[in-house]
């Protein structure tokens, strides 16, 4: 089925800064010793979020983050994804300043809400999940401040 864009009025933009990339790894200390190795990366906040079974790694680059993401449980969505599609790219964190009013847009623009309404994420950061489906293949998360 290919992606209907229903007509509306279109928004000012609304997005601030690619917030962070997410990486869904199976060893979260490789991986930051990896990034280390690499290119000289240090953790600059480090988190278990309990609600969604996840551990991560923030790397700031420049005032974004390259978020290395493992997951603590077998049902998390990053066990999931790994056994669904291996080790990888897992979403893409966009900034906004306020995360209902983009949830709102993208539902407009014909996007299917993960999260119906933004909620706590890391850092304390609000948040809201988009699936892929309906926003051309990527997991979205719009994240507030
Ligand atoms: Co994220």
């Known amino acids: ?36 190795n690499a290119f000289g990366a240090e953790v600059d906040h480090r988190e278990v979020v309990e609600s969604d079974g996840v551990e991560e790694a ?13 997951a603590t449980r077998p049902d998390s969505p990053i066990a999931k994804s790994i056994e669904k599609r291996g080790e990888g790219l897992h979403h893409v964190g966009y900034r906004v300043d306020d995360c209902a009013a983009a949830l709102e ?15 706590p994420g890391s850092r304390g950061t609000t948040v809201a999940f988009v699936h892929p489906k309906g926003a051309f ?5 719009l994240v507030q401040e």
């Open 137 to 141: 293949g990527t997991l979205i998360e």
């Open 105 to 119: 847009a993208m539902v407009a623009a014909g996007a299917t809400p993960i999260d119906k309404a933004p909620r």
């Open 58 to 70: 923030l790397l700031k680059v420049a005032d974004s983050y390259i978020q290395l993401t493992v």
């Open 1 to 36: 089925m290919s992606q209907e864009t229903p007509s509306h009025p279109t928004p000012d933009m609304l997005l601030t800064e690619i917030d962070h990339i997410a990486i869904a790894v199976r060893d979260l200390e490789a991986a930051i010793e990896f990034y280390r």
